[in-house]
Each structure stands twice: as structure tokens, then as C-alpha cells.
């Protein structure tokens, strides 16, 4: 196992380019089993998770190339439609094969993918919906069974706006008989790359980036040739990693319009944010303070729940205090332990942990351990800020979302690296 090493204490500077969107690349390959045919996607990240994916793309018959950025995805030949619980249980997004496969070959068994760090992470909207579309679902020894000799359009409604619910259900509904309405579907900007690689392949979806898709059902689709969005979740990282180093410099190649709540929650805590076309400057102004800024996380537009943990990290570097309410996942504080272990005063009750900000001198470097994602790149965020040396372990965590992250951070001049541990 390797660990991250970083001395901290360095303003970073400079620019970082941002890769293509890990939530995104997902749904997007899954779709490639749509229609038979070689599909282009460009602006792939390559991460463990586009790998798990390929992995299991391959398993099921599919031929992937990876040139550069690009991955061509032949699904010509599909030898089976099972996705085992070996690959699923590794990444839970590999659900998104399930619509579709169903729809492609009218019968499939998806691996449930169990719970994770973050929280239990159940599907029941998306199974409750491909029985919507007229499927028989069942869950047998931890698999989903669905079987269908066509799928037909109906309305389908949310309790909650679930991005991969929305997801498989609008891949199936493109090869319905008859029109498919998802209502209070999700917003996430990346359902929107799903909708131009879908309507490129010939569906015909309406709706985009509301929360009620319009889906008419086709009888066959075409290959797609698109490109994947930029990672806003890691646009958001490294913006927060420069704020909280006292740093000043931009990502580019970014959309600004796919950060409105983070871009406005920094404003507010007194740093600079410029917004320049597809890059984001952040700056601070004279005095080296950040007032504490409460967030509540929420489906798109409202903060991510992506980058909750990340704004924790910032928050411990403040005069005063923050409210962090995260409403999305019930188990989604497990970077406060190890901030603790940094120096950080951080109270949870619940969904709630409070911050008491101790300025930027407020963190010291630890021994920490990754526990998931997006606590990772917290611990990595508060590692730049703290001063002395900072070593965080299971980093095979941060490499699930994180495209080259050594070299993007030694770019803006931090002094970090990778050792066995
Ligand atoms: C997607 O997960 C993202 N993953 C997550 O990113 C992200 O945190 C999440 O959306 C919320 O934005 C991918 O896109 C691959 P949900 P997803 O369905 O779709 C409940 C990261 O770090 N729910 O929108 O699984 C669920 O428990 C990852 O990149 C049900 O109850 O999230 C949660 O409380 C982590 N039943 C809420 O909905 C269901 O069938 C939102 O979950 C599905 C979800």
C-alpha cells in the first residue's frame, strides 16, 4: 500500500487544468451498451474507477482502447449480461449497467452493490423504476434480476433527485415503446452530458437540465462520438486547496456555471473568486482572514454533497465558527476524526458538525487515514494548509477520483509525494 507524503505550510500558486468528470465518464461508458457499434468517448479521466468500469465493459464482451484522453468502446458483441459482484462490489456506480442491459438485451443480473463509507446507499429507485417501465425485478443472493420482453413508457417520480437513478432509468426509457416522464428527476450536470450523448445517438429526450426529462422511446440508437464534461468536483478540490494554503491561482478548463453555491460560499467567506470563461481565480484580498460560512449540502444547484468535506477543511482555518449540514448521505463525517488528529475543533451531532475556526495556523501535520473519497482529498486539502508534515494513508481512495494528483498539487508548487508504507 502506498501513503501520500506532504509539508505543508506552501501557498500554492499557479494553474491546474481540470480533467474530464469521474460522474460523468460513468453513466456515459455504461451507455455505450445501449447499441451495438464502436462509440468515442473523449476527455475520459483515467482513474480506478474508469478502469473498474472498463473492466467490467470487457466482462461483458465490450472492446476498449484507451488513446491518450480518448477510450474507443466497441459493444459489437455482448457475451452475457451479468455484471458480478467481484467488479460491483468495488465501485458502486457499476449499478448503471443495469438499465442498459435490460433494455439491450431484454434480460441481465446486476450485482447489488452494498453499502460504503458514506452510507447504505440503497437502489430501490432504480429497481422500483424498471418495474415502473413494465420489467420483472427481483433481488435474489444479492443480485438484481430484470427481465423484460420490452420495456414501455410510463411516469416515473423521485422521492428523492437521485443522480444514478435518474441516470439508468433515462438510458432505459430510450429504447421504451411509447414516453417516458421523469419527474423530479436530478439536475447534477452531468445528467446533462448523459442527455447530448444520448440525443447524439438518436434518442429523443427533452427537458434538459430540469427536473422533468421527456423521454420518446426509439427503436434503436447510433454509436456516439462525445466528449465527457469537466470534473466540477475537482475543479472545487483544487480551488479549495489553494484558498486554504493562503495561495493564490486558477483552474481552467473548468465550467464556472457548475460551481454557482461553492463560487458564492467562498465569496461570502471573504476570498476573491474570478470568474474567466472556463477557468475559476481565486485570490485573497489584504488581510489573511476567512469568516466561518455555514452550508447545508443539496441536490444540484444547492452545495454538493461532493465537496462538503473539502469546505470542512477550509472552515477549520477561519475566525469563527461554521455549520456544516450535510442532508444527502447519513454517514459522510468520517474526515473529522482525522482533522482532530490535525488540530481542527470540529462538534457532530448527526447530520450536523459545527467548526470552530482557529485561523491559518490552525492545523499541525499528523499521521491520517483516507477512509473514502471525498474525505481523502479533504485530508489532503487540510495536509497543504497544516504546517509540518502530513502522511495519509489508503490513498487507493483518492486515486478512485483524482487524476493525477501528485503532479497537478507539485504544479502549484506543494511539496508532496507518494511513498510505500
Ligand atoms: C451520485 O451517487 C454520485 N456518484 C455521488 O458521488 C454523489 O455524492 C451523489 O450522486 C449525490 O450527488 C456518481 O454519480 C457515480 P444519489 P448516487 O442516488 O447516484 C438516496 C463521489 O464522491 N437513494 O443521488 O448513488 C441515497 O441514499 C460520489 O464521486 C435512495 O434512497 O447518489 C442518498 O441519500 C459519492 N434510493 C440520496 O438518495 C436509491 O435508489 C441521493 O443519492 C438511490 C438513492
Not at 218 to 237: F, N
Not at 257 to 274: N, T
Amino acid at each position: 500500500m502506498e501513503k501520500l507524503v506532504i509539508e505543508g505550510g506552501i501557498p500554492l500558486q499557479g494553474e491546474v487544468k481540470i480533467s474530464g468528470a469521474k460522474n460523468a465518464a460513468l453513466p456515459l461508458m455504461a451507455a455505450t451498451l445501449l447499441c451495438a457499434g464502436r462509440h468515442i468517448l473523449r476527455n475520459v479521466p483515467d482513474l480506478r474507477d474508469t478502469r473498474t468500469l472498463t473492466r467490467l465493459l470487457e466482462n461483458l464482451g465490450a472492446v476498449v482502447e484507451r488513446k491518450g484522453d480518448c477510450l474507443s468502446i466497441d459493444t459489437t458483441v455482448l457475451r452475457h449480461g451479468e455484471a458480478p459482484y467481484e467488479l460491483v462490489k468495488t465501485m458502486r456506480a457499476s449499478v448503471l449497467v443495469l438499465g442498459p442491459l435490460l433494455a439491450r438485451l431484454g434480460k441481465t443480473r446486476v450485482s447489488l452493490p452494498g453499502g460504503c463509507a458514506i452510507g447504505e446507499r440503497p437502489v430501490n429507485f432504480h429497481t422500483d423504476g424498471l418495474r415502473q417501465l413494465g420489467a420483472v425485478c427481483t433481488i435474489k443472493e444479492g443480485y438484481i434480476e430484470a427481465e423484460a420482453e420490452f420495456l414501455r413508457g410510463t411516469t416515473i417520480y423521485f422521492d428523492i433527485p437521485s443522480v444514478t437513478g435518474t441516470e439508468n432509468l433515462l438510458m432505459a426509457a430510450t429504447l421504451a415503446r411509447g414516453t417516458t416522464v421523469l419527474k423530479n428527476a436530478a439536475r447534477e450536470p452531468e445528467i446533462g452530458n448523459l442527455v447530448d450523448m444520448l440525443n447524439s445517438m438518436g434518442a429523443r429526450i427533452a427537458g434538459r437540465g430540469t427536473d422533468v426529462l421527456t423521454i420518446e422511446g426509439v427503436t434503436a440508437l447510433q454509436p456516439a462520438d462525445c466528449r465527457i464534461i469537466a470534473d466540477r468536483i475537482e475543479a472545487g478540490t483544487y480551488l479549495l486547496a489553494i484558498a486554504a494554503t493562503g495561495g493564490s491561482g486558477r483552474v481552467t478548463g473548468c465550467c464556472p456555471a457548475d460551481l454557482p453555491s461553492l463560487v458564492e460560499k467562498l465569496r461570502y467567506a471573504g476570498l476573491v473568486i474570478r470568474e474567466e470563461g472556463d477557468s475559476l481565480a481565486v485570490s485573497w484580498p489584504g488581510a489573511q482572514t476567512l469568516v466561518g460560512v455555514d452550508i447545508k449540502t443539496a441536490p444540484f444547484p444547492g452545495y454538493p454533497t461532493d465537496l462538503q468535506a473539502q469546505f470542512m477543511a477550509l472552515m477549520t482555518l477561519c475566525n469563527g465558527q461554521s455549520a456544516i449540514h450535510e442532508t444527502i448521505f447519513e454517514n459522510r463525517f468520517m474526515h473529522v476524526a482525522e482533522l482532530r488528529r490535525m488540530g481542527a475543533k470540529i462538534k457532530v451531532d448527526g447530520r450536523f458538525a459545527v467548526v470552530s475556526g482557529q485561523g491559518m495556523t490552525g492545523l499541525k501535520g499528523a499521521p491520517v487515514m483516507a477512509t473514502d473519497l471525498r474525505a481523502s482529498s479533504s485530508l489532503v486539502i487540510a495536509g497543504l494548509a497544516a504546517s509540518g508534515r502530513t502522511d495519509i494513508s489508503r490513498i487507493y481512495h483518492l486515486e478512485r477520483g483524482y487524476e493525477n494528483l501528485v503532479e497537478k498539487l507539485t504544479g502549484l508548487g506543494a511539496r508532496v509525494w507518494k511513498e510505500r508504507e
